[in-house]
């Protein structure tokens, strides 16, 4: 129930509310007014305020003296200081350019430079394949400290010399090869000492400490100022047996090109590089675990990539080959190079397989399965740069989509660029055991863009490195060198006696000379595999092959066969069915080992050693002009490797 008190305030408020309102308002307008009735109104006439303005013109026109007004100054201490006397004193003094000269040479900025420019974001290769070899390498001969022999031998190298040439192929190419291996420290220390030697003669030129020669003509020149010529050296050559795994792979060089240009802002020195390619690998161990990584020994593979007479043939061009990323191939006197050019990136005229009657004498289309890879350092083989050639200017276009031009900002001198999207990387491991299984990974090293580079003020930028080092690929599927004594069992012989003979492929590797030979023996249980036996030894000097005893006793026992004819289990219609042999031999160190048939008869290395075996021996009347395989049937491929595929 209501409060009577509020309802009765309720009922007032709305009957006199808007009359009390009203009442409030007109008191306080009558206040306003009376007090505005009251207020004193402002005393000023016009002739007041003319008066005023005519009195301020006057102070203002009024002429000050000079005097009056320094005595006013001198009491308040300020005092003359005879500028213009200073000035005059000041235009005698003579001023020296050198002395407001900057510290440092002026930086034109790049677009986006400064804090903008970043490091290069670099990428792996990829498409990596491990594939074995062996054979019989043309080295210079070197002594136990690793320096080459001179040849004191007396013999006309003319002709010999004049072949080489031919093919491109002689020892003065080295020379880039060791420039190419030296850091961007020194070959801009090279420079600088170049162009320091030239200002010094010139300079002594004018000074006139060094004489002209004599002009030729009437007058006769000065023998004394001609300097002898040097003779040629010739240095001591040796067929060396190698093994090695060969590692090829592809890298997304137009990637690698956009980040260049990402990171740098100026697509003029968005390219990368190359320094070196870096290899590692991991060995397959007793319990059939791997190893843990480690680098290839990148001075036992100098020793061979350095030290070459002869180099083989390129089926790729140098514009998917960059420097510093692929060895030079030595020239095989026994053996042949096999998965070693990547088929994609070969050119469609040399896809051409020539016959095979004219391989042996230089036919380029023969096998893609020659060329130049990869060296490494500090646990890859170092680069073998060439250092092309360009003008003073900009780029040039060169075949193949190659560009050679002059870089600004963190590197000197020429490098090789590219236009092609895709390039080859190849590496070439001599340090390889026989029947040892091993896996590889690489990663690809450039020079720093942003090295010593002093507008680049942002410290997520590396300034100080002078290489970049890219992340490591995939490793490779696992790849074995065989024994240098194998045996392939290849099928089963029928035998009239109880026991079943297996037909035996041996291949034998000379250690000394670098030939492999395979040779068929047939072998039952508690046999030995193979015997001494004659076999044709394959030559490369034109001179025929030759015929010889070869020890190709493997010291493997066989201790058990099984397959051939087998008969279906009870109840199956039908006759019975050839099973694939299988063997368990003996080896020497008490180890068993299990050979198939349906895996050694489609062996891809073990048919690639046939293939060339036939090749070489055929063709050992004509003097070897290539080393390169006979394998070819990755031309189907998109990516494929010579002799029968990549995977």
């Not at 083989?381 to 002059?406: D, E, H, N, V, W």
């Not at 019975?576 to 198939?596: F, Y």
Request: proline letters at 6%; a neutral charge.
């Amino acid at each position: 129930m209501a409060d009577p008190r509020v309802e009765k305030l309720k009922e007032l408020g709305i009957r006199y509310g808007d009359k009390a309102a009203v009442v409030l308002m007109s008191l306080l307008f009558l206040f306003c007014l009376g007090a505005a009735l009251n207020k004193e109104s402002i005393q000023l006439t016009p002739d007041q305020v003319k008066t005023s303005a005519e009195t301020a013109d006057s102070n203002i026109r009024r002429r000050q003296d000079p005097d009056s007004i320094i005595r006013v100054l001198e009491a308040g201490g300020i005092k003359p200081t005879d500028f213009s006397k200073q000035i005059e004193e000041s235009s005698k003094n003579v001023l020296v350019a050198d002395n407001y000269k900057p510290q440092r040479e002026w930086i034109t900025l790049e677009p986006g430079a400064g804090l903008l420019r970043e490091t290069p974001k670099l990428i792996a290769p990829s498409e990596l394949y491990a594939y074995p070899g062996r054979g019989g390498a043309l080295v210079y001969d070197l002594d136990a400290g690793g320096n080459r022999i001179l040849d004191t031998e007396t013999r006309d190298m003319t002709k010999d010399q004049s072949r080489r040439n031919s093919r491109r192929r002689h020892a003065g190419g080295m020379t880039a090869g060791r420039r190419g291996r030296r850091s961007q420290a020194d070959i801009e220390k090279e420079q600088r000492q170049e162009a320091e030697r030239k200002q010094k003669e010139i300079a002594a030129k004018l000074a006139g400490k060094v004489e002209d020669p004599e002009p030729i003509g009437d007058e006769k020149m000065n023998d004394a100022a001609i300097p002898p010529r040097e003779l040629p050296q010739y240095y001591k050559e040796v067929t060396k047996a190698l093994h090695w795994v060969v590692i090829t792979g592809v890298l997304d060089h137009a990637k690698l090109v956009a980040n260049y240009r990402e990171a740098l802002k100026n697509p003029a020195v968005a390219n990368p590089h190359y320094a070196r390619l870096e290899l590692e690998r991991q060995v397959r161990q007793k319990d059939l675990s791997w190893s843990d990584w480690e680098k290839v020994d990148a001075q036992e593979n100098l020793k061979i990539l350095d030290n070459l007479p002869e180099e083989d043939e390129e089926l790729t061009p140098e514009s998917v080959r960059p420097d510093n990323l692929n060895d030079p191939l030595p020239f095989l006197k026994a053996g042949l190079w096999e998965k070693v050019h990547i088929g994609s990136l070969v050119p469609w005229e040399k896809r051409e397989i020539a016959p095979a009657s004219t391989a042996m004498g230089g036919a380029r289309g023969h096998g893609i399965a020659g060329g130049i890879g990869p060296r490494m350092a500090a646990g890859g083989t170092s680069g073998y740069s060439k250092m092309m050639s360009a003008g003073s200017g900009g780029p040039r276009m060169m075949g193949g989509g190659l560009i050679s031009a002059t870089p600004t900002g963190g590197d000197a001198g020429t490098f090789w660029r590219s236009l092609e999207r895709r390039v080859m990387i190849r590496a070439l491991d001599f340090t390889t055991l026989p029947d040892s299984t091993y896996r590889y990974r690489v990663r690809i090293v450039v020079f720093n863009p942003n090295h010593n580079r002093e507008d680049v003020i942002s410290t997520a930028v590396d300034t100080k490195s002078n290489e970049l080092v890219g992340p490591w690929s995939e490793p490779t599927d696992e790849v074995t060198m065989p024994a240098d004594i194998s045996a392939y069992a290849l099928s089963l012989l029928p035998s009239a006696k109880s026991d079943t003979k297996v037909n035996f492929q041996v291949i034998r590797f000379d250690a000394n000379t670098g030939v492999t030979i395979p040779h068929k023996f047939a072998a039952s249980v508690g046999e030995i595999i193979g015997e001494v036996s004659s076999a044709d030894i394959p030559t490369s000097e034109g001179t025929g092959k030759q015929i010889r005893a070869v020890d190709f006793n493997t010291r493997q026992i066989v201790l058990d066969v099984r397959g051939g004819l087998q008969p279906l289990p009870p109840g199956f219609p039908g006759g019975p069915l050839e099973h694939p042999a299988l063997t368990l031999l003996l080896r020497p160190d008490g180890s068993v080992l299990a050979r198939s048939q349906a895996d050694d008869l489609n062996d891809e290395v073990r048919k690639d050693i046939q293939r060339n075996y036939d090749r070489e021996v055929k063709d050992s009347s004509k003097r070897r002009e290539s080393s390169l395989g006979t394998g070819y049937g990755m031309l189907s491929g998109s990516s494929g490797i010579g002799g029968g595929g990549r995977r």
